[in-house]
């Protein structure tokens, strides 16, 4: 909580109207963008010894510079503060305290729930990576510190993010309004980022581990729906190992959906830049709808320890006319709230209505005369169990079998052998040209991955459809 406070302290201070940078030069957009770099600057320099400095140091200066080419940058390499409350030499966190709860009052202090909560460890760990990394760099190849290291696959936090709100799903279909099964469409798109705000306010489990090729993660689960049970099925396979490209495949009585992305995670001095390249599907049987939706860039803000999504994505349904523009908002440093989104929806052109509110919350539209409709209450909405393979059910490619070794660790030390151990098999096996092909999913024209034909036509086991070895 102390680190966290001071790093806070530091941003806000910066940003307050009693504490300004007195520049002199730039425009105030390049002022307003150069705080934040100013603080985390700042933060370096306090933090660590000068032969200790991590790379990023260097290029938040060439970026202050050039925002700032006279005063700003000065500033930040003296790492001197004006009004006394830190010096090159020592900083006064009390003083520093005082002035964030006098100016934003003790329950603002910024990231609210969405701020992580490290231990000392991992706070030493990410700052240990930190050093190793440069602006640009592909995180993807990137090593974690054994204390940042998680023994979930990235694979699997997308199947409790999908398998967690099968219900949601399912009700795509109940409806004989086209607007209602689009706006349900919605419910469940949004839905599915609860699984997101828990990681948010639990302790964080560390970087997931990167799928080797073809790795699996398979699931199952039935729930009643009125006199009916419905089974539904997951699966995703790890279609390419670089780029990291993951299929998905998820299907439940009369709606399916389907897709695949390239996960692209960029170090940018000051935060994690990560993305979702790619398009998913889903389709309604019942009806002969199909939505096409993606997903907003994200970021970690490294100095203020929580992740936003941020930038536009849509809903589409061409059939009916329906399309969603979002954007998700990133929170400003000072006062304000994370996980703000707006947007509109359209009827072959004509808005029929706003969105907007937190997607950690409520998500309210509004119609053209006035109307409020809540679309989704984030309170209401309760995670589903479901199943995974065990013992007989496994196959060779599950990740459960391919990081045995990591999951049954019995210290983080241990889990960093047992990590090792599997990428030098990878790089053996690739070397020796025997990377094992998808089974699950092929390529099309354009590059693009799909569920495989003769696997959809396939009588589905317990967790899914055969594989091409039974």
């Known amino acids: 909580r102390d680190w966290k406070l001071r790093t806070r302290a530091v941003e806000n201070v910066v940003m307050s109207e009693e504490a300004k940078i007195e520049t002199g030069e730039g425009t105030r957009a390049a002022d307003a963008e150069a ?30 510079v050039r925002l700032l080419p006279k005063k700003g940058a000065k500033l930040a390499s003296d790492h001197h503060w004006k009004n006394g409350m830190f010096t090159k030499d020592k900083i006064d966190w009390k003083a520093m305290t005082n002035k964030l709860e006098e100016l934003y009052g003790p329950e603002d202090q910024g990231a609210g729930t969405n701020t992580m909560r490290m231990d000392g460890e991992q706070q030493n760990a990410m700052m240990e990576m930190i050093k190793t990394l440069r602006p640009g760099q592909d995180m993807t190849k990137a090593a974690s510190p ?20 099968v219900d949601l799903l399912h009700a795509i279909s109940d409806s004989d309004s086209a607007e209602d099964r689009f706006l349900a469409t919605m419910k469940w798109y949004f839905g599915n980022m609860n699984y997101m705000i828990r990681m948010f306010r639990q302790k964080p489990k560390g970087k997931p581990l990167n799928p080797v090729q073809s ?13 009916q049970e419905i089974t539904t099925q997951f699966i995703a396979e790890q279609v ?9 495949y998820q299907k439940g ?10 996960q692209q995670v960029v170090f940018q001095g000051t935060y994690v830049a990560f993305s979702f390249r790619g398009e998913t599907k889903v389709h309604d049987d019942k009806n002969s709808d199909d939505y096409f939706l993606s997903f907003p860039d994200g970021a970690f803000r490294i100095f203020r320890l929580m992740i936003e ?30 996980h703000a989104v707006k947007g509109s929806i359209k009827k072959e052109g004509t808005e029929v209505y706003t969105l907007s509110g ?40 599950d990740g459960e079998v391919v990081w045995k070794g990591v999951k049954q660790a019995a210290s983080k030390k241990e889990m960093g052998v047992a990590k090792t151990a599997v990428e030098e098999e990878q790089r053996k096996i690739r070397k020796e040209g025997k990377l094992p092909k998808p089974q699950y999913f092929e390529q099309i024209d354009g590059g693009k991955w799909v569920f495989s034909k003769d696997k959809q036509c396939s009588s589905f086991q317990r967790f899914g459809p055969p594989s091409k070895s039974e």
């Open 253 to 262: 009585g009369d709606v399916y959906l389907e897709g695949s992305f390239e």
């Open 35 to 64: 705080r934040p770099l100013i603080a985390s600057m700042i933060h370096i320099c306090i933090e660590l010894p000068e032969a200790q400095r991590p790379p990023a140091l260097g290029a938040m200066m060439g970026e202050l």
């Open 309 to 338: 999504f941020c930038g536009k994505s849509h809903i589409k349904c061409p059939k009916n006319g329906f399309e969603a523009e979002l954007e998700f908002l990133s929170k400003p440093l000072g006062r304000g709230r994370v």
């Open 146 to 165: 054994t204390a940042f290291l998680s023994s979930e696959t990235a694979l699997e936090r997308q199947r409790c993010r999908l398998m967690e709100h």
């Open 240 to 248: 390419s190992h670089h780029p990291p490209i993951s299929g998905i």
């Open 215 to 227: 790795e699996l993660c398979r699931a199952t689960s039935t729930m009643s729906r009125g006199d």
């Open 358 to 397: 937190h997607w950690d919350e409520e998500i309210i539209l509004t119609k053209p005369d006035g109307t409020e409709v809540t679309l989704i209450d984030q309170k209401k909405i309760i995670p589903m169990a479901f199943e995974t393979p065990q013992g007989d059910d496994l196959q060779p490619m």
